[in-house]
Nanobody, 126 residues
Framework: QVQLVESGGVSVQAGGFLRLSCAASIITVNPPCMGWFRQAPVKEREGVAI???????YYADSVKGRFTISRGDAKITLYLQMNSLKVEDSAMYYCVADWTGSCGNARLEGGDFEYWGRGTQVTVSS
């Protein structure tokens, strides 16, 4: 069973930055699509950013220009560089991956991923 483990979530002040990491265990084949979703209390789950095997990336309008998604080189790892953080970025952030299909805006909006991590909490205070 593939496991995705997130790390890097902490409390930070507005305007600050964070880097989230995600590592996949067991499997060694890079998935066609990986990404980050988030969910805040009483809010719907939201796709933040996803990235294809060859670096094609897709972002939610709310994070464009502030967040950057990237893959690691050696292992199946994923990163999310979060700059200029806002209070509204506070949420549980989940790493996702799927070994079928491809990335695209529809997948970012639909959240159709087979594997989800347990999440890492990001709290941004004013």
């Amino acid at each position: 069973q593939v496991q995705l483990v997130e790390s890097g979530g902490v409390s930070v002040q507005a305007g600050g930055f964070l880097r989230l990491s995600c590592a996949a265990s067991i499997i060694t084949v890079n998935p066609p699509c990986m990404g980050w979703f988030r969910q805040a209390p009483v809010k719907e789950r939201e796709g933040v950013a996803i990235i294809g095997r060859y670096g094609d990336s897709y972002y939610a309008d709310s994070v464009k220009g502030r967040f950057t998604i990237s893959r690691g080189d050696a292992k199946i790892t994923l990163y999310l560089q979060m700059n200029s953080l806002k209070v509204e970025d506070s949420a549980m952030y989940y790493c996702v991956a799927d070994w079928t299909g491809s990335c695209g805006n529809a997948r970012l909006e639909g959240g159709d991923f087979e594997y989800w991590g347990r999440g890492t909490q990001v709290t941004v205070s004013s």
